[in-house]
């Protein structure tokens, strides 16, 4: 069971990338992590060459590929500001995805007031214009389903531009990681994250592991959506909401639904041991070259042989 446990986790590890971009990141943190990465990486780095776009492809809305291994057409701007929302991070240019998604965080801003008791959504990364792998942080968030949200109710008021690139979310956890920080978890949490997971697009919303432990004590005797919400490391400023493949994209490739049961007992167990607590460090992965992503990806970044012989020229 363990082995088990910890093969599909491993897995999951891939897909989602232990090390997400930390939603309380500022945008002054980010930039040099970016200049170095780049040094680091050869130039048909996917996210050397997804990372240079900064406006979206043409054409009808596609989902192309994995969550991790993928690409976004047709993408659509989540606006700055709306009724319910505020895109934080906006130097980022993250507020890229799929129109299902944008739609979909359109409309359960709009009812969380009323529905979760929360005023409205901070509205952490999203996806790069064109999809793809990102320069830093994340290893999902690659073909528009993905957006996290942050754990900070949103303010009365508007943010300014300098606000939304420097203020931190608010960390949920406490007790080294063990449960939620009682100081500032609330009720509204629990529903906003309910909320969330009873959406009929949504395949999966990660979260704490603390998080997750204190749904499983809330939560009523009808937890049937808590199958949704899963467990993962990190997460504990914001969480991560994945929307199923959409209509209309049939090179998209979904995940399997997350097994039933509502996903506590021993199965969050697990995340309370060492071994997933301090989990032995694994070798870094190969950074994903244009080629390793669906072929009509290509088409989406400049050639990627010109754009080899550009950046090399530019680091000369
Ligand atoms: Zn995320």
Same mark, same amino acid.
């Given at each position: 069971m363990r082995s088990l446990c910890l093969c599909g986790m491993l897995t999951l590890l891939a897909c989602l990338g232990r090390g997400e971009a930390s939603a309380q990141e500022t945008a002054a943190e980010e930039a040099p992590r970016r200049a170095m990465v780049i040094a680091h990486l050869p130039p048909d780095a996917a996210k050397v060459l !997804?990372?240079?776009?900064?406006?979206?492809? %043409?054409?009808?809305p596609q989902a192309i590929g994995s969550y991790e291994r993928g690409c976004l057409s047709g993408a659509i701007a989540l606006p700055a500001d709306g009724p319910n929302w505020q895109? &934080?991070?906006?130097?980022?240019? $993250? @507020?890229?995805?799929?129109p299902v998604l944008i739609a979909f965080i359109e409309r359960l801003a *709009?009812?969380?007031?009323?529905? %979760?008791?929360?005023p409205g959504l901070l509205v952490g990364d999203i996806a790069q214009p064109r999809g793809g792998p990102m320069l830093t942080g994340h290893g999902s968030h690659q073909i528009g389903l993905d957006v996290d949200l942050w754990l900070t109710p949103m303010p009365n008021r508007r943010l300014s531009p300098a606000e939304r690139d420097g203020i931190s979310a608010t960390d949920v956890v406490a007790g080294e990681g &063990?449960?939620?920080?009682? #100081?500032?978890? #609330?009720? *509204?949490? +629990?529903?906003?994250?309910?909320?969330?997971?009873?959406?009929?697009?949504?395949? $999966?919303?990660f979260v704490n592991p603390a998080i997750k432990r204190a749904l499983c004590?809330?939560?009523?005797?009808? +937890?049937?959506? &808590?199958?949704?919400? +899963?467990?993962?490391?990190g997460h504990n400023y914001h969480f991560h909401v994945r929307l199923s493949c959409p209509s209309g994209s049939? *090179? =998209?490739?979904?995940?399997?639904?997350?097994?039933?049961?509502?996903? =506590?007992?021993?199965?969050?167990?697990?995340? !309370? #041991?060492?071994? @997933?607590?301090?989990? $032995?460090?694994?070798?870094?992965?190969?950074p994903l070259r244009l080629g390793n992503l669906p072929p009509a990806c290509a088409a989406l970044v400049a050639a990627p042989t010109g754009q080899a012989r550009q950046l090399r020229g530019a680091a000369q």
């Open positions: !997804f990372g240079r776009e900064s406006t979206p492809a %043409a054409g009808p895109v &934080m991070r906006p130097s980022r240019n $993250r @507020a890229w995805g799929h *709009q009812k969380l007031p009323g529905e %979760a008791g929360w &063990m449960d939620i920080d009682p #100081t500032v978890w #609330t009720p *509204q949490h +629990r529903l906003l994250l309910e909320a969330v997971a009873r959406e009929p697009l949504v395949e $999966r919303v004590r809330e939560g009523g005797p009808e +937890r049937a959506w &808590m199958a949704k919400i +899963r467990p993962w490391w049939p *090179q =998209c490739r979904g995940q399997a639904p997350p097994p039933p049961g509502d996903g =506590c007992g021993k199965e969050l167990d697990w995340w !309370f #041991t060492e071994e @997933a607590r301090h989990p $032995r460090p694994s070798p870094p992965r190969k």
